[in-house]
């Protein structure tokens, strides 16, 4: 089991900055890929960024060039900033991990909601 705990959530106004984090219980190094979705009202989850642990780093084409994602091993964390925010970014920010082994297993946290007023 991997308990995941997003922070960093917030209102803020157009063009402003935030920085999410994702928690995780146990060694992100090992673990296959993670990533940050999101769901607005009324619409579905959809990916916003993910590494892959031999892959590529992947972005929403509406988040490319504002957005960054990142991950410190150390601290087991991994780390969404985004910059340039827009209202239509607004929605419940969610990580998810998929580990591989030993166990495979895919995991999401609560969630933590991101508003951006115009």
């Given at each position: 089991q991997v308990?995941?705990?997003e922070s960093g959530g917030g209102?803020?106004?157009a063009g402003e900055s935030l920085r999410l984090s994702c928690a995780?219980?146990?060694s992100i190094f090992s673990i296959a890929a993670m990533g940050w979705y999101r769901q607005a009202p009324g619409k579905q989850r959809?990916?916003?960024a993910a590494w892959q642990k031999f892959g590529n780093t992947n972005y929403a084409d509406s988040v490319k060039g504002r957005f960054t994602i990142s991950r410190d091993n150390a601290e087991n964390t991994m780390y969404l900033q985004m910059n340039s925010?827009?209202?239509?970014d607004t929605a419940v920010y969610y990580c998810r991990?998929?580990?591989a082994e030993p166990e495979p297993g895919d995991y999401w946290g609560q969630g933590t909601q991101v508003t951006v007023s115009s």
């Open positions: 308990q995941l705990v209102l803020v106004q995780a219980s146990q959809e990916l916003v925010l827009k209202p239509t991990a998929i580990v």
